[in-house]
């Protein structure tokens, strides 16, 4: 087995739903663990926590999630961007997924613990206290989803399959109290790595994917197709510096 390369990992690193109940060595994933140490984190204070889990009542509770995440995609009904083929294919993947959960060989959560506060007192005047607070909870995903990357690319790189999934946060605190996870580690993920029975390779393109809006600095910007050119030059010079 060798290592491919990252750009082919990125553009071939599909969501893996269906996975063989093959082993995988802990060699495998210790290695894949080492690659999301390596990701950045606010101020560097690497409060990440990755636990790898075999318990089959795991599936129990992700099913429960996944029920509800069920009732909420029939409210919703088909997304735009994707066709009835393709939403009935992403339906029955994951459909295929909540009964299966468990036959992958590993279960691997990323956590994060919350980062602490300052005391009120100890703010200056200037410093809204519950806008600080709002503002640390709106940036904590910044700590950990950098590294669930690169798990990604890393299960990509070893021929691992693997997928980002997020149902069991509907029932957290059940899954907390199982595992035994502490109250100050918040769950981002639940991502089962096995061997794949699906084929990697690139995304099918979506409606409105393949636009591009270009900025101020000749640079080309994908993914504004719903924003006015001139909101995408506005948007360029403020990230850029680059004049209006």
Same mark, same amino acid.
């Given at each position: 087995?060798?290592?491919i390369g990252l750009f082919e990992a990125i553009y071939s690193a599909r969501s893996i739903r269906?996975?063989?109940?093959?082993?995988?060595?802990?060699?495998?994933?210790?290695?894949?663990?080492?690659?999301?140490? +390596?990701?950045?984190?606010?101020?560097?204070?690497?409060?990440?926590?990755?636990?790898?889990? %075999?318990?089959?009542?795991?599936? &129990?509770?992700?099913?429960?999630?996944?029920?509800?995440?069920?009732?909420?995609?029939?409210?919703?009904?088909?997304?735009?961007?994707?066709?009835?083929? +393709?939403?009935?294919?992403?339906?029955?993947?994951?459909?295929?997924?909540?009964?299966?959960?468990?036959?992958?060989? &590993?279960?691997?959560?990323?956590?994060?613990?919350?980062?602490?506060?300052?005391?009120?007192? %100890?703010?200056?005047?200037?410093?809204?206290?519950?806008?600080?607070?709002?503002?640390?909870?709106?940036?904590?995903? &910044?700590?950990?989803?950098?590294?669930?990357?690169?798990?990604?690319?890393?299960?990509?790189?070893?021929g691992l399959g693997t997928v980002l999934t997020t149902n069991h946060l509907r029932c957290e605190?059940?899954?907390?109290?199982?595992?035994?996870?502490?109250?100050?580690?918040?769950?981002?993920?639940?991502?089962?790595?096995?061997?794949?029975?699906?084929?990697?390779?690139?995304?099918?393109? +979506?409606?409105?994917? %393949?636009?591009r809006v270009r900025g101020s600095m000749g640079r080309t910007v994908a993914g504004l197709d719903?924003?006015?050119?001139?909101?995408?030059?506005?948007?360029?010079?403020?990230?850029?510096?680059?004049?209006?």
């Amino acid at each position: 087995m060798s290592d491919i390369g990252l750009f082919e990992a990125i553009y071939s690193a599909r969501s893996i739903r269906k996975l063989s109940p093959d082993p995988v060595s802990e060699e495998l994933i210790t290695r894949v663990l080492e690659t999301a140490t +390596q990701a950045s984190s606010a101020g560097n204070a690497q409060n990440w926590v990755f636990v790898v889990v %075999r318990d089959p009542k795991v599936g &129990a509770i992700y099913r429960k999630g996944s029920d509800i995440a069920n009732a909420v995609y029939a409210a919703r009904g088909r997304p735009e961007h994707l066709s009835e083929a +393709q939403y009935q294919r992403f339906m029955g993947s994951g459909a295929w997924l909540w009964d299966r959960l468990t036959e992958a060989p &590993a279960l691997l959560i990323p956590c994060l613990r919350q980062r602490a506060m300052l005391a009120r007192d %100890r703010l200056p005047p200037e410093v809204s206290y519950d806008d600080e607070l709002t503002y640390l909870d709106g940036i904590r995903g &910044a700590s950990i989803y950098p590294a669930v990357q690169n798990i990604i690319l890393a299960c990509r790189a070893l021929g691992l399959g693997t997928v980002l999934t997020t149902n069991h946060l509907r029932c957290e605190a059940e899954l907390k109290v199982l595992l035994g996870i502490p109250d100050d580690l918040a769950t981002f993920a639940l991502m089962p790595i096995g061997w794949p029975l699906q084929n990697f390779g690139p995304l099918p393109p +979506q409606a409105g994917a %393949r636009s591009r809006v270009r900025g101020s600095m000749g640079r080309t910007v994908a993914g504004l197709d719903r924003v006015t050119p001139g909101r995408a030059r506005s948007c360029m010079s403020a990230r850029t510096g680059a004049a209006g």
